[in-house]
């Protein structure tokens, strides 16, 4: 594996999300917006009037409660016994744009201090506030070796159950952001998910411009996903009932 560089310079995505949905009928949804990659020790120092436009905040990952979102992983990672003894962390993720966000899928790449993937983390969001992280040991390259598998344990879609596999390819992110998840269920693969993407140099023109082009980019992303549940509604897809399991977290 290649060695993690000594400072990670915060980049920007400009990307596709796209949803295919295959079970019980196909359907698409496709999206267009912007996605931060960072170190989560060094977040990046925006000048005070774009600072609205992408605010990094602790309370927006795992149990919200620590004083940093570092802090959170390495809490995260030390109930499951894994240690990074310092090493390099890379997060992929949406910011807070005017004191909103909505991350349905946020994924750190964590490395030991001589560099070497020791895991990833996939955290996932609902637009029901609610939240939860699948720890992804780095026996899958996610590349084009063996995916990284995980058992389906978090409530997603009101037209899903809580059941299936995942496969994740989730290589890390280079010039171009090349992701793929997918859901097999019993009758066969029912969701695959992707995320493409071309790496832009996270400048303050480059963030306002994406800005313009993407505005108030994470309500955008939750109404979109909202939206075309709806849709979905409206073409008679059975709705499973949710658990109880809200986060209060999208407050500013």
Aim: aromatic share 8%; net charge positive; with cysteine.
């Amino acid at each position: 594996m290649n060695p993690v560089p000594a400072a990670i310079e915060p980049a920007l995505y400009s990307c596709e999300i796209v949803h295919v949905r295959t079970v019980p009928r196909r359907y698409a949804l496709r999206h267009r917006t912007y996605l931060w990659l960072l170190d989560p020790d060094h977040p990046p120092r925006l000048p005070r009037l774009l600072r609205p436009l992408a605010r990094f905040d602790p309370r927006d990952h795992f149990t919200g409660d620590q004083p940093t979102i570092r802090a959170g992983l390495d809490a995260f990672l030390t109930e499951r016994g894994v240690r990074l003894d310092g090493g390099r962390v890379l997060m992929l993720t949406h910011a807070r744009v005017f004191g909103y966000v909505f991350n349905p899928l946020t994924l750190f790449w964590c490395h030991g201090p001589g560099g070497e993937l020791r895991c990833v983390v996939a955290e996932v969001h609902n637009t029901y506030g609610g939240r939860h992280c699948y720890l992804l040991p780095a026996g899958g390259t996610g590349t084009a070796g063996e995916p990284y598998r995980a058992d389906k344990q978090f409530y997603v879609s009101p037209f899903l159950p809580v059941d299936g596999r995942y496969r994740m390819r989730l290589p890390s992110p280079g010039t171009r952001l090349d992701l793929t998840v997918h859901l097999d269920r019993e009758e066969g693969r029912t969701l695959t998910a992707t995320v493409r993407g071309t790496r832009r140099e996270a400048t303050a023109r480059t963030l306002l411009r994406l800005a313009a082009r993407h505005p108030w980019s994470t309500l955008a992303v939750s109404a979109a996903i909202r939206a075309h549940g709806i849709r979905l509604y409206l073409r008679g897809l059975p709705v499973h009932p949710r658990p109880d399991d809200r986060i209060p977290e999208n407050a500013a």
